[in-house]
Nanobody, 119 residues
Framework: VQLVESGGGLVQPEGSLRLSCVGS????????MSWYRQAPGKERELVAH????????NYEPAVKGRFTISRDNGKNTVYLQMNRLQTHDPGVYYC?????????????WGQGTQVTVSS
């Protein structure tokens, strides 16, 4: 069971990035997915969540209207489109799954991808 993130990097304020997370080893289509962020010295916090139905999404208030979470079950991939990035958005972004396998859901984390916002 594995989650692999990609797409992080350095971007200027008001810029955009798209994060991707590919899952393997579990039934992706039955697994709710989330993106979390951990800024230096802070706890990991939920940024966005998508249920097994592609229209079942929710967001941390500070990113609502700027970030969009989506999933492609055919590619076992969840995305986080981040627009109008601000100086309070940086951190390590982690993909998290309630991975369905063995007739149960199992919390599973990726390794994280760094997002830096700087002019």
């Amino acid at each position: 069971v594995q989650l692999v993130e990609s797409g992080g990097g350095l971007v200027q304020p008001e810029g955009s990035l798209r994060l991707s997370c590919v899952g393997s080893g579990f039934t992706f289509s039955r697994s709710p997915m989330s993106w979390y962020r951990q800024a230096p010295g802070k706890e990991r916090e939920l940024v966005a969540h998508i249920g097994t139905a592609e229209d079942a999404t929710n967001y941390e208030p500070a990113v609502k209207g700027r970030f969009t979470i989506s999933r492609d079950n055919g590619k076992n991939t969840v995305y986080l489109q981040m627009n109008r990035l601000q100086t309070h958005d940086p951190g390590v972004y982690y993909c998290q799954a309630a991975a369905w396998y063995g007739n149960n859901w199992h919390p599973t984390w990726g390794q994280g991808t760094q997002v830096t916002v700087s002019s």
